[in-house]
């Protein structure tokens, strides 16, 4: 290898090397979903990013989520009854949170 190509691959080692991806895993937090409702919404249905997560009642941990942005829906088990509700929000998650229904 001449001294020239020696050169020119040294320059672009960190061209490549930049655009590699990270080997950091990503951050990860804890999304707690306290529902403290009473009634039609005792329980709800809980959607994350528009796909079912499962139903809450009382409390429910929702364990090392990717750090970002989530749309989050929850809705009375018991649609149709008087007092029937829906709760939407979007977080960032960027540290451990939680989400309180009927405060």
Not at 9 to 25: D, Q, R, V
Not at 34 to 49: D, S
Request: aromatic share 12%.
């Amino acid at each position: 290898m001449t001294h020239w190509m020696r050169r020119f691959y040294l320059l672009l080692l960190p061209i490549f090397s930049a655009c590699a991806p990270g080997l950091t895993e990503p951050r990860r937090f804890d999304l707690l979903v306290q529902n403290q409702c009473t009634g039609p919404n005792q329980a709800v249905f809980f959607y994350i990013n528009g796909e079912f997560a499962g139903i809450v009642r009382g409390s429910k941990l929702f364990p090392s989520l990717r750090e970002g942005r989530y749309e989050l829906r929850a809705e009375g088990t018991q649609p149709g009854q008087p007092g029937h509700l829906r709760f939407a929000r979007t977080l960032h998650l960027n540290r451990d949170s939680v989400w309180t229904l009927c405060p």
